[in-house]
């Protein structure tokens, strides 16, 4: 049967609207080749009767000589004769035989994908060209196949060569209009390039070019689709699977043909897909057809779906039923048991959770099968609960045991695991902390093997960074969840039993875990950019273009097929690159001691942390000291009830409650107890964590020799990211700088110079609602507002841009409306040193589609509903308001709205220092480990080092002459955080309330 894809043609668009990179780079034309067609013959006639005279000469040592005579002086040699040289080598030497061969070849493969990748076809060639050029397609599939198996040379070529160049056409073309004497002379050469593309197509992974072969020829039949299915399950493209499966699926259900093997194939892989994108309520729906449709051969499957969707009772009641109508001799027994322990803990069903954990211990031993790690775990949890001391500690070191026993059976590690493998031996780590804070608690801890506590976290230290390489949400999610708990139980040590060991082990865990999927992604991106491999860039440069076109795609573009390949090329590149990036961050790893080496005389590194259960601290590392110390500080609740006001207030008051009003009470929880460690100290370098990184710390006031001073006139503050950046020092070049500033946010760019905003927020105007039952609801909210004109960043701007011009940088400054989001799209294809906006800025809470009110502004709805916090943070610039209100773009333009996710597409390595004159610029959603979503992780992503952002809604005119002053200082001193503190001084001689002068801070 032939079926017809209704969405094939956007799918197509989709594919089509990414122009592969592979056609950029070294322009290679066949013009050199058809130059060197006489030379080229003439040297594989020589070499051929070279190997002749040889193989008479030498006899048995022929081969050897040969190919040392072929092999000298051969690197200086053209390109098309050292091709020659390789065909010859590679038809008459196996692989391995000759190791000087080997290196020859290793280095070859890099020219010639190279040549073959880039070629241009000119349609000029003649059949003696042609032949030529799939010799040397022949030896590339040879030596690639031979030198590493995990790349498919005949894939490579039938997308990067075949699919993108004319050379079957030209090569049909020409073939047809030969005359008889050259039919007769190329037929083999004809037929041995047919044989080889008919091999070489059914690896290809173009889905564009196969699926228009299939519409074109009427074959996208059933058996196809699947086919189709499973090469999009190599390159990681599930949505695009789900669609061409659904849409097969419902052509059988629309011809009542479901007794079809294809449909029961189709359910098949549709489950599959869904459990790997994590729509379990979908992967549910599916299994739930299959069994009611006599198609699901065990009900395993479906029970651990319901564990997935936390339905516990349903998972006990079908794994129950499963167990009472078997017996232990069915394979599945064990693994249903499995379920049912899970249920019931989950379920807290103590007693017979127990029950079935020692039910399924005795018949593992019973059967000679390994004891699960986790049942133990899980016998554990029952006891801490229970109160059962004797058995918690029983329970949890006979997991942490036999876990060691389970790794002990996996192969070794290799540089292709796959992260999931790698999760599974975190569990070791996790049980061997677990069992350490069953001691602490104990009163035991002189039974914690502190060796053996390095010798594991070592072990973890590479498991976490391999793990976190892999793009998958789901693993780094697991991972930093795990990493979490056991940080938990390190900061306990380092509290509870503070020695060399425990307190040098919470400083290096805490550079390790604060921020580490952000600097796993900076670190793939970065080398990928970098890298002198043309497929690693070639890939990279796809990868980033696919993510603009998420961006910016049309209205007709299938969004989530282009979200499907960006992830699909995210992983590719991980996989392929992680040895690679893994050695560099190995190379650029940062301890502790290096901070303390890092440091200066009178300078101090104060690393926040939070651990459960709801905790802070600080770990300080003073100049030249031992071993850093643990402080700590205090509760989470207790600092939320000083910075969080009960009742909505304005920002100045709310500004009023935190620095003035609670400012000492403040500072005697996270500040006053670190004194005793910064009475020789002048600088102090400070990470945040957690609620701590929306605080303007050099505003708190600090009660010192009975004295309240601001913390910013004791010391000079310079806050980080994580205390490891201190030893990485930055050349800052002033000698170009990019500005905006004085948009006009109206849709008309009108003139409104009359109407102006005192703060850099979005003004929230009273609208009229509908009188819908659901507005009624407490819980529904209207959103929209307005972006009015702001007089400040005008002027602000026209005088960073004297300021910056006197001192022979050069600016290119953009107001009004240039001052537009595609302008900054062309500022981002050449950025500069400095980049300076003054605007607008944001960052909207999330609120739920179906809690947004009747009558609300459909852009803002847009953005508000939005789930990721990188689209909920935004910079305004000309025309926004337009979107803003109505969801599209005006006259064809972008919609005037930077978001954070938009942002850290780009490169902007080139960009030292990114000032953002805004409201909220600095504001996003704080997490424990991975810092800010917002602005803050976008730049951080973008590849800018510096950045100063605001913490909350600023003065207009305050920022306006806050940032005149700082240019001025950092023109005159040629520090980012002098010039900062020195402006803020001089802005607190006229503005004494910390509203105006502490919002804006540096982070590096």
């Known amino acids: 049967m032939k079926i017809k894809f209704v969405y094939i043609f956007s799918f197509l668009l989709v594919v089509n609207t990414i122009q592969l990179v592979v056609g950029q780079g070294v322009e290679n034309t066949p013009k050199s080749l058809r130059e060197s067609l006489s030379e080229i013959l003439e040297e594989r006639e020589s070499i051929e009767k070279l190997r002749i005279d040889y193989k008479s000469q030498f006899e048995k040592e022929w081969k050897k000589k040969w190919s040392e005579k072929l092999l000298v002086d051969v690197d200086e040699k053209d390109f098309f004769i050292k091709s020659v040289t390789a065909q010859q080598l590679t038809l008459f030497i196996k692989y391995e035989e000759n190791g000087v061969i080997n290196s020859f070849q290793i280095k070859y493969l890099e020219e010639v994908k190279e040549f073959l990748f880039h070629i241009k076809i000119d349609n000029k060639e003649n059949l003696q060209e042609l032949e030529e050029l799939f010799k040397i397609i022949n030896c590339y599939h040879i030596i690639q196949t031979q030198q590493n198996a995990l790349i498919n040379p005949l894939q490579k070529l039938a997308d990067n060569f075949f699919y993108r160049t004319t050379y079957l056409e030209r090569l049909e073309y020409l073939y047809k209009k030969a005359d008889n004497e050259d039919k007769e002379r190329y037929k083999d050469f004809y037929d041995d390039v047919q044989r080889f593309w008919s091999s070489a197509k059914t690896q290809s992974l173009n889905f564009d070019k196969i699926i228009q072969e299939h519409l074109s020829k009427g074959t996208l039949d059933y058996a196809t689709v699947l086919m189709l299915v499973g090469k999009m399950y190599t390159t990681n493209q599930y949505y695009l699977a789900t669609k061409l499966i659904n849409e097969s699926i419902d052509k059988i259900e629309e011809s009542n043909d479901t007794g079809n093997y294809f449909y029961q194939a189709f359910l098949l892989n549709l489950s599959s897909l869904y459990m790997l994108q994590g729509e379990f309520e979908k992967m549910l729906e599916v299994q739930l057809k299959q069994k009611e449709l006599g198609f699901l051969n065990n009900e395993v499957m479906l029970m651990s779906t319901y564990l997935q969707l936390e339905e516990f009772e349903k998972a006990l009641e079908l794994s129950e039923l499963f167990l009472n109508e078997n017996n232990k ?78 790794i002990a059976n996996l192969p070794e590690m290799g ?111 970065k080398y990928a950019a970098d890298s002198k491999n043309k497929e690693y860039k070639n890939l990279f440069e796809h990868w980033m273009q696919v993510r603009k076109q998420i961006l910016f795609h049309n209205k007709n573009v299938d969004i989530d097929s282009l979200r499907d390949i960006s992830f699909g090329l995210h992983k590719e590149l991980a996989i392929k690159t992680r040895k690679e990036v893994f050695s560099k961050i190995e190379e650029n790893d940062i301890s502790w001691k290096k901070v303390d080496n890092a440091l200066k005389e009178k300078e101090v590194a104060i690393e926040y942390v939070y651990y ?83 605080l303007a710390f050099d505003a708190l006031k600090v009660n010192i020799a009975e004295s309240p001073q601001r913390f910013g006139k004791e010391f000079k503050l310079r806050r980080v990211s994580k205390t490891s950046q201190i030893a990485n020092k930055t050349n800052l070049s002033k000698r170009k700088a990019t500005i905006f500033g004085g948009m006009n946010y109206d849709d008309q760019a009108i003139d409104l110079s009359n109407e102006r905003g005192d703060e850099r927020g979005l003004i929230v105007k009273n609208k009229k609602t509908s009188n819908s039952a659901t507005s009624k609801n407490e819980q529904i909210q209207l959103v929209g507002g307005t972006f009015n004109y702001l007089n400040g960043t005008l002027k602000e701007v026209d005088l960073i841009n004297t300021e910056l011009t006197s001192s022979s940088v050069e600016v290119d400054l953009f107001t009004g409306t240039s001052a ?68 599209e773009s005006y006259n ?109 801070v540096h982070v590096q």
Not at 935 to 946: C, M, T, V
């Open 415 to 525: 540089d292709s695991d796959i992260s999931s493998l790698l999760y599974i031996r975190m569990f070791k780590f996790y049980y061997f902390m677990k069992y350490s804070e069953v001691l602490l608690e104990c009163g035991k801890q002189e039974q914690i093997d502190l060796v053996k506590l390095n010798e594991e976290y070592n072990y973890f230290d590479y498991l976490i960074k391999n793990i976190m390489l892999n793009p998958s949400k789901l693993d780094k999610q697991q991972v930093i969840k795990l990493s979490e708990e056991c940080g938990d139980i390190i900061y306990l040590m380092a509290e509870k039993m503070p020695s060399q060991e425990t307190l040098e082990l919470a400083y290096n865990y805490t550079l390790l875990s604060k921020e580490i999927g952000l600097s796993s992604v900076i670190a793939i991106r």
């Open 820 to 887: 537009t989001e595609d302008q900054f799209i062309e500022y981002c294809k050449a950025p500069t040193p400095l980049l300076h906006i003054a605007s607008h800025a944001y960052f909207s809470p999330y609120i739920k589609k179906e809690n947004i009110k009747e009558g609300s502004f459909k852009g803002a709805e847009m953005i508000y509903s939005d789930p990721d916090p990188m689209n909920r943070a935004g910079i305004v610039f000309s025309g926004a308001n337009y979107f803003w209100e109505t969801g």
């Open 892 to 1000: 064809g333009k972008n919609d005037g709205i930077l978001m954070a996710s938009e942002l850290s597409n780009y490169d902007l390595r080139d960009t030292k220092l990114a000032i953002i004159s805004a409201c909220q610029s600095g504001v996003g959603q704080s997490t424990r480990s991975e810092g800010v979503y917002g602005f803050q992780r976008a730049f951080k992503l973008a590849g800018i080092e510096h950045q100063i952002i605001s913490l909350w809604t600023v003065d207009d005119a305050a920022t306006q002459k806050f940032m005149t002053l700082f240019y001025k200082y950092f023109i005159e001193l040629d520090d980012i955080d002098a010039a900062v503190n020195k402006a803020k001084d001089a802005l607190q001689q006229e503005y004494n309330h910390p509203y105006y002068w502490a919002a804006f």
């Open 612 to 694: 459960a259960p709801n905790n802070y601290a600080a770990l300080v590392v003073t100049k030249d000291v031992e071993t850093p110390k643990f402080i700590p500080l205090c509760k989470e609740d207790e600092l939320k009830q000083l910075i969080e006001p009960d009742v909505r207030q304005s920002e100045k008051e709310i500004n009023d409650i935190i620095y003035n009003q609670n400012s000492e009470k403040i500072a005697q929880l996270i500040i006053t107890p670190l004194l005793p460690y910064l009475n020789e100290a002048k600088t102090i370098y400070y990470s945040p964590t957690g609620i701590l990184h929306g």
């Open 329 to 406: 001799s069915n394979p599945f027994y064990i693994s249903v048991l499995h379920i049912k322990v899970s249920a019931l803990s989950s379920l807290k069903k103590n007693t017979e959770a127990y029950t079935a954990c020692l039910e399924l211990i005795a018949i593992s031993e019973e059967e000679n099968k390994p004891i699960n790690s986790g049942t133990y775990y899980t016998l554990w949890q029952i006891s801490k609960e229970k109160k059962e001391f004797k058995d918690i500690e029983k329970y949890i070191k006979l997991a942490y045991s036999q876990s060691v026993k389970e």
